[in-house]
C-alpha cells in the first residue's frame, strides 16, 4: 500500500533527494559541507522557505528515530511532514508520516498512537485524507476514527469508520472490510455497546479467518473474548482468549504474545480466578516496555491493582491504580481515566472511610464524561456520587444524584449492558439503606442480584459481599472479626 512516484527510500536523505522537483535539480546537486543537498533556485521565497526547513529538519533528526521513545524525539519528522504537505509533496508527506521509529521500527502514526498524542495523530491524517487515492484514504479513515475513539469524541469518529465500510464492499476489498468491521466493533465497546460489538467481531472473524493473517487473528479473537467476558459470558470469552495467546506464542512477536496475555488475565480476573489473573499480569507488566503502548499499561495496572484488592493488599492496589491513572492522563485516553478516578474513589471510600475525598475523585469523572459526551461513564459518576454523598450523610445531595443517575439509565436503556444497570442499582440500595428506607434497599438489591447473580460474575459476588455485611450486625461483626 504505497502510492508514491518516489522511488522506494533507502534513508530520509535519499527520499529528500529524489523529492527535490526538476525546477530545483541543478542546485540540488550542490552538496554543502555537511553533504546534504543545498535547496535553492527560481522558486517563490516562501516555497524556498518550506524547502529549507524540511531539509534542516530531515538533517537534524534521521540518526536520532531509531531511538525515538517520545513525542520530542520524533518532533523533526513531524515537522519535516508539515513542510512537505505546504509544498504539495503528498508522496514525500505519506512516505514521512509512515517512516519506522523506535526500537521496532513501528510507523510514525501508529506510534504515536501508542505514545498518546491522538492530536497529533489526528493533524498527520487530517493533512493526507483526499491527496493519493483511496488506499491512503483507507489507512487516514482508519487512524481518524480510532484517534478520535480514544479521545472519547464518538460522533467525530463515526463518519470515518462508515466511510471505511462503504468503499470496502463497493469495491469488493474483503481485507478493508474486516478492517473496518474491526472498527466499528471497537467503537460499540468503547461505548459499552457490547452485543453490537460482538456483531461486528463476528463478522470480521468470518472474513479474515479464511485468507488473512495469523497476527490479525490472534487480534480479533482477543477482542472477541473481551467483549464476550463483559456481557458475562466468561467461558466462551476465555476459550477465545486462550486460542489467541496460543495462535500468538508460534508467530515469534513477544508484543503480541504481552497483548494476548494481558486479555486473558483480564479474562481470569472476571472468573474470579485472581490467582491466574495475577500471574499473567505481572508477567505482562515486567515486559511491557516492548509494547510501549500506554494505553495497554494503564488497563494491565488497573487490572492488576483490583486484583491486588480482592486478595486484601489494599496498599498495592492503590498504587497501581494511581500509576494507572497517570498514564492514562499521559495516554490521553479520557473515558479510561474516567473509571480509574471512580475506582479510586471506591478505594477512598470503602479502605480510608474518606468520602470527601471520594466525591472528589468522583467529580472528576463527571467533569470528563460531560466534556466527551460519555452517557456511560456520567451514569457511573453520579451513581457514585450518591453513594458517597450518603455516607457522608449528605442525603439531599445524595438523592438529587441518584434521581439523575435513574433518568439517564432509562435514557439510555438500550446502550447499558445489565452488569451496569446492576452496579448501579446495587450503589442506590446502599443509598436507599443509609436514608433509613430498609425495604425499597431491600427491593433494589434484589433486583441487582438477579440481574447480575453472584455465580456468574466477580461484580455479583462484590453486591453480594456488601449486602451480607451490611445486613450483619456491628457487633456480630466484631466477633467475626476475633475468630
Known sequence: MTPTTIPAPTSLPSLLTAAIPPELAATAAT??????????????????????ALENWIYACHRMLPQAQGLQAVRGLMEACHHSRALGQWSLAYHLTCWPV?????????????????????????????????EVDLLCWHGLGAAHCHLGEFKLARPYHEQQLQ?????????????????????????????LAIHYFQQQY????????????????????????CTLKIQKGLSYLKQALDLSRGLGCRALELKALADLGYGYFRMNATEEAIAC?????????????LALQASVLRNLGTAYGWQGNVHAAMACGQEALALSRRAQNPSLECILLIDI???????????????????ASLSIAHRIGSHYDAIMSYTHLALHSAQKQDLVNAESYVQTALHLLEDQQDLIDCETEALVLACIAKVHWVSGRQLWAFFTVCRSLWLLPPWQSINGRVILKNTVATLTPSWLQRILKRR
Open 31 to 52: 552538496v554543502d559541507a555537511h553533504g546534504s543537498p543545498c535547496v535553492d533556485g527560481d522558486l517563490p521565497l516562501g516555497q524556498q522557505l518550506h524547502w529549507l
Open 281 to 293: 499480569l505481572e508477567t505482562v507488566l515486567a515486559e511491557l516496555d516492548l509494547v510501549g503502548d
Open 102 to 134: 523506535g526500537r521496532e521500527g513501528v510507523p510514525l502514526h501508529e506510534q504515536l498512537g501508542r505514545w498518546g498524542h491522538y492530536r497529533a495523530q489526528i493533524e498527520l491524517y487530517g493533512g493526507l485524507v483526499g491527496k493519493l487515492g483511496p
Open 206 to 229: 468470518q472474513l479474515v479467518a479464511p485468507f488473512q493473517s495469523d497476527r490479525l487473528r490472534v487480534t480479533v479473537l482477543g477482542k472477541l473474548g473481551r467483549t464476550y467476558c
Open 167 to 195: 468503499w470496502a464492499r463497493a469495491q469488493g476489498d474483503r481485507s478493508a472490510e474486516a478492517q473496518a468491521l474491526e472498527d466499528f466493533g471497537q467503537w460499540c465497546y468503547d461505548q459499552h455497546n457490547y452485543s
Open 345 to 363: 474513589g471506591l478505594w477512598y471510600n470503602w479502605h480510608e472511610k474518606n468520602y470527601d475525598q471520594a466525591i472528589v475523585y468522583a467529580q
